[in-house]
């Protein structure tokens, strides 16, 4: 599989009890700043940053990446926007199973070094007529829907996929080649959701590939829930 790549931001929760009580809107700021730096470094790799949960940022990698270099590459880079020190984990394997690794000894700095090469799958979820949805039934009826998704999802592929929303009626699922079919099989299971899949060992062409593949859905007409590129 690909790299999977945690940072963690050391003594996060430390950092944000020192700012007082009028600190959310810093909090939002100093994040954002964060996931756009990682992302626009991480895209110079092929790879792609989640945000997962913004303390913890995720980041998926090519599995012939330099990783030392990259590691270094971040580190100089955040040194400028992170308000606390980093801890870099970096682990091979399947994307769950890489997390799970990695959440261990997050106080530590680990890189592993990546043997075995195995697809990245990304599925891409887009909801059918979500604007016309949305101009009909209103903001919130919009947004609670894309959340009951998001739920649905979570609830039935939490040991098979990470599932991050991608804002407005998009969210992924980042899985592995054996798991693909029970994950588009959760995902395509709302009458009006259609599914890219990109399939690559460098993620952003993966995210690429899934991109690519909804367009091809959007053409025919939305006759077919779910298209492959491999």
């Known amino acids: 599989m690909t790299y999977t790549v945690l940072l963690i931001l050391q003594g996060y ?6 700012l007082g009580s009028d600190r959310e809107w810093l909090i939002q700021l100093v994040q954002s700043r964060l996931y756009e730096a990682i992302q626009s470094l991480s895209k110079d790799y092929d790879g792609m940053t989640l945000p997962l ?9 090519p599995p012939d ?6 590691t270094q590459t971040l580190r100089e880079l955040l040194r400028r926007y992170s308000p606390t020190p980093i801890v870099i984990r970096a682990c091979c394997g399947d994307v769950i199973e890489a997390i799970n690794r990695c959440s261990k000894d997050l106080d530590i700095d ?9 697809p ?7 909801l059918n007529y979500f604007t016309e949805s949305t101009l009909r039934n209103g903001v919130m009826n919009s947004y609670v829907g894309i959340m009951s998704y998001i739920s649905h999802l979570l609830k039935n592929l939490k040991d098979k996929a990470l599932v991050q929303y991608l ?3 998009n969210v992924v699922a980042i899985t592995s080649s054996r798991n693909m079919d ?16 990109g399939i690559s060992l460098r993620p952003r062409e993966a995210f690429a590939k899934a991109a ?4 091809i859905l959007r053409r025919e007409g939305r006759i077919r829930k779910y298209h492959i590129i491999e």
């Open 182 to 197: 029970y994950v588009v099989k959760v995902m395509t299971m709302y009458d009006n959701v259609k599914v890219g899949v």
């Open 110 to 118: 680990y890189v592993a070094r990546c043997e075995e090469y195995e």
């Open 167 to 169: 804002g407005g009626d």
């Open 53 to 61: 949960r913004y303390d913890i940022q995720l980041v998926l990698l």
């Open 120 to 126: 990245l799958v990304v599925a891409h979820a887009d």
């Open 212 to 215: 690519k593949a909804l367009t």
């Open 65 to 70: 990446t330099d990783i030392d270099n990259f």
């Open 13 to 18: 929760r430390e950092w944000t009890e020192s």
